[in-house]
């Protein structure tokens, strides 16, 4: 097609369908790796796997839909200050904004979003406090106890 | 193209010359190729006043190349704050995709739209360039189609999330961070918010709407709704619609509900209510053990708002919960007769000296009236003056008199053994109304517990539905925990990124009418600049949101 005599050497259909198959094939890996229970084993790796293969996607799309392989100088200097401002960016966030948990305070702490606890290991087998269990019927507050005439499910 | 100017672009700007040739190369800046002339003449020219543009591509590229680096740092800088956000929560805190109804499916095929409508665009852009009209349309066309295609998809996942309640912000989101106190007692206020709509839906249901029409303007709007509430509507109407609600029996719409499935929800909302949040505010509230207190409130939490995480731990909290008010029940049951005796035994010994008080005040009345009757005999007697009769009389009045004080004397004492036996009964009852409540709550829990540990173990693993699922119009609170900041950070990522797909679509809309030349084909390389970049946020997005 467009390749022949047009002014724009870059990219034939040929091309064009070799990215568009490594992109899908990359989407696979990448979905391959998230399902991966070795690479997730350690989060760490699949992420940084993720993460590389999307540069990847990235760098294709740029370099051939986007023909910045067959670009003149010009674009390195819109790209590389802005990826380079960029970063710095999310580096700057990392003390205060990523490591916010570490400044926490213990108040903080009680209102801050709660992981799931690991089984207590404090709890009695019957997993009910002695106090709770054997104490005189009279000492229950009203607020626990339903209407008398609730039928028991 | 490919043998790049001589000069460094970066030097170019100052290169306008005041004598340059603005009218070979100025004001076209759509298809034309500026490098050339200045290639064409580096080195060998003698010194003439040219015209160097600033880097040497069209001036509408150029534009495009500047803002797109712009972009570049706006979403740079947004994915990134969302991966410093992400990695910064609190350890183990931070949602999983599908907790937060994320499908990777869906994700995964929105990308290959993506992608393919990147591959559609540069080819319209290349029939463009070869002047085949007819064929740049078609595949113009069709990268609008696929740009819909992916604003479509996205608006699905949106209303998935919002269906689930969950929003970026309140008053529609419904995420808490913690299974705390604050989380219980919302849970509690919206049961009984529920209940209440249920309650005067249920009432409002049986008189003729025309004669509230008559009366009322305000209460007419809500008689023109279907038979419920207008807030009940309104809540259901948000959640009724749509395929979702197909494996949500109870959930039809509204209007359709008849007083009996209102019934049958309000007993819902009230057992939850009981077994539920009420025993756990209870627990919680008279407990000291921490990890039980802990281990409650999160297994409602998970009950409602089920992650697979928190599958193990919560059924093994109920199991110990279980086990544990299985064993607190024949206590409690045994203690039921010995407290009941306790209640007749005060109530039998109260009775009988109350009895005793009635019978001295009868005697009391009695002497009473004796003495009177006396009075008289004496003034008779007086009367007739018969001096030995009323000396007669007055020894017996002054006997009576000595009995009646008597007999004062001893209901004075009855009276004060009853008032100290009146507390003794009043405890002894109110213990056997305590005992009696303490073990229809402990039945309600363990009905609860039994109900909902049975559906638990039979619903396959992974497949999370909770009661937020089950029963959408509680629209119970639920515990995400990071939730809100997962929303916050979704909803601006994806959000800002659909307006871009949007501001695509309607650049291609705008083009299609349009003759696809070779001589549009700059404008058309550019719109295709922007929708690649589009392309670009989406190939990062995807895996921070779906896959990490």
């Known amino acids: 097609m467009a390749t022949s005599a047009q002014s724009s050497p870059h990219g034939s259909l040929k091309t064009y369908l070799s990215v568009f198959i490594a992109l899908c094939v990359l989407t696979g890996i990448s979905f391959a790796v998230a399902n991966s229970q070795a690479l997730m084993a350690n989060p760490s790796v699949g992420w940084s796997l993720m993460m590389a293969v999307s540069a990847g996607k990235a760098l294709l799309v740029v370099l051939f839909f986007m023909h910045l392989k067959y670009e003149a100088n010009w674009k390195y200097v819109l790209t590389i200050p802005t990826l380079g401002m960029a970063a710095f960016l999310v580096i700057a966030l990392g003390p205060d904004i990523g490591a916010r948990t570490a400044q926490y305070s213990e108040e903080r702490w009680l209102q801050a979003a709660q992981p799931l606890g690991e089984p207590a290991p404090e709890l009695a087998p019957s997993g009910m406090p002695a106090a709770t269990a054997t104490e005189p019927p009279a000492n229950v507050p009203t607020a626990n106890v339903p209407p008398a005439d609730t039928p028991a499910p | ?396 009045l002054e006997e009576k008199e000595e009995l009646l004080d008597e007999v004062e004397d001893e209901r004075a004492d009855l009276t004060r053994e009853i008032d100290a036996l009146r507390p003794a009964k009043a405890v002894a009852d109110a213990n056997l109304r305590k005992l009696s409540a303490r073990l229809a709550a402990v039945d309600g829990r363990l009905g609860f517990l039994r109900e909902h540990l049975s559906h638990l173990e039979h619903a396959d693993a992974g497949h999370l539905h909770g009661l937020s699922d089950e029963h959408p119009w509680m629209r119970l609170p639920i515990w995400i925990p990071s939730g809100n900041m997962w929303a916050s950070t979704y909803f601006l990522l994806t959000g800002f990124h659909a307006l871009h797909v949007l501001v695509g679509i309607i650049a291609f809309v705008v083009m299609i009418p349009l003759t696809l030349s070779p001589a549009r084909a700059g404008a058309l390389e550019n719109v295709g600049l922007y929708w690649h970049f589009v392309d670009l946020v989406w190939i990062f997005l995807f895996p921070l949101l779906y896959l990490f």
């Open chain 2, 1 to 396: 193209m490919t043998d790049r100017p001589h000069d460094d672009p970066t030097h170019a700007p100052s290169g306008v010359t005041p004598s340059s040739t603005h009218g070979s190369h100025g004001g076209d800046d759509v298809g034309h190729d500026f490098a050339h002339p200045v290639a064409g003449h580096h080195g060998h020219a003698p010194i003439t006043l040219e015209y160097q543009p600033a880097l040497p591509i069209p001036r509408g590229k150029l534009c495009l190349w500047l803002f797109l680096s712009t972009e570049i740092m706006f979403f740079a800088a947004l994915s990134g704050t969302y991966i410093v956000l992400r990695f910064g929560a609190p350890e183990g805190t931070w949602p999983a995709p599908e907790t937060v109804h994320l499908a990777e499916g869906i994700g995964a095929f929105n990308t290959f739209v993506l992608i393919l409508s990147s591959v559609t665009i540069v080819l319209a852009l290349e029939y463009a360039r070869s002047n085949r009209r007819g064929l740049a349309k078609f595949w113009l066309v069709l990268t609008a189609v696929l740009g819909t295609l992916f604003l479509g998809v996205k608006a699905y996942e949106y209303d998935q999330k919002f269906r689930h309640g969950i929003y970026p912000q309140h008053p529609h989101g419904r995420i808490y961070e913690r299974a705390d106190l604050s989380y219980l007692a919302a849970t509690r206020m919206r049961l009984q918010e529920e209940i209440a709509a249920l309650d005067a839906a249920l009432t409002g249901a049986t008189p003729a709407p025309v004669e509230v029409m008559e009366s009322d303007p305000a209460e007419a709007t809500s008689a023109l709704l279907p038979p419920m509430s207008g807030r009940l509507a309104a809540a259901d109407a948000g959640s009724s619609h749509a395929s979702a609600n197909a494996d949500v029996g109870a959930d039809v719409p509204a209007g359709d509900l008849s007083a009996e499935q209102l019934r049958a929800r309000r007993e819902t909302a009230e057992k939850l209510l009981a077994g539920g949040v009420r025993w756990v505010e209870g627990e919680v509230a008279t407990s000291t053990n921490d990890a039980y207190r802990r281990d409650l409130m999160q297994s409602l939490g998970y009950l409602v708002y089920p992650r697979e995480v928190a599958r193990v731990p919560a059924i093994a909290s109920m199991k110990r919960e279980q086990a544990a008010l299985n064993e607190e029940r024949p206590t409690l049951a045994a203690r039921v007769p010995e407290l009941e005796a306790e209640v007749t035994a005060a109530g039998a010994s109260f009775e009988d000296l109350v009895r005793k008080q009635s019978e001295l005040d009868e005697r009391i009345k009695t002497l009473e009236d004796e003495i009177d009757d006396l009075d008289y005999d004496i003034e008779d007697a007086e009367d007739a003056e018969d001096d030995e009769l009323v000396e007669k009389l007055e020894t017996e």
